[in-house]
């Protein structure tokens, strides 16, 4: 799962490194005694500890998309989701049936 959200974490961020240093996160976030993340920090500090650190990708993701949703409504920047696939970031197996295709 987590590898799944490192890609998806790496694409975003190569697709939105100038858009995301408009954006903010709203409250604070820790991970760990080490990897703290301060409120009214950049999201794009976000979107690094969740490439740098595999452990931390899913949780990362979370804040992320947490965080888009809350910058949109104040304005910083708009957003468009379109995902395919989000639930096989979350889970351990799909439900595609390859032989009936």
């Known amino acids: ?3 799944n959200s490192n890609n998806f974490l790496k694409h975003f961020r190569q697709v ?4 995301l ?5 709203h409250r604070d ?3 760990s ?3 703290k993340i301060a409120a009214g920090s950049k999201l794009s500090d976000v979107v690094d500890l969740g490439v740098d650190r595999l452990n931390f990708a899913a949780d990362s993701l979370n804040v992320l ?4 949703k809350l910058n949109s409504n104040k304005g910083n920047c708009k957003v468009l989701m379109q995902v395919d696939g989000v639930n096989s970031l979350f889970s351990d197996h799909t439900m595609i049936h390859r032989d009936k295709r």
Request: hydrophobic share 25%.
């Open 1 to 3: 799962r987590s590898v």
């Open 65 to 68: 998309l947490r965080e888009l």
């Open 29 to 31: 976030y820790t991970w």
């Open 21 to 25: 240093d408009k954006c903010v996160t």
């Open 16 to 19: 939105n490194s100038d858009r």
């Open 33 to 35: 005694a080490r990897d």
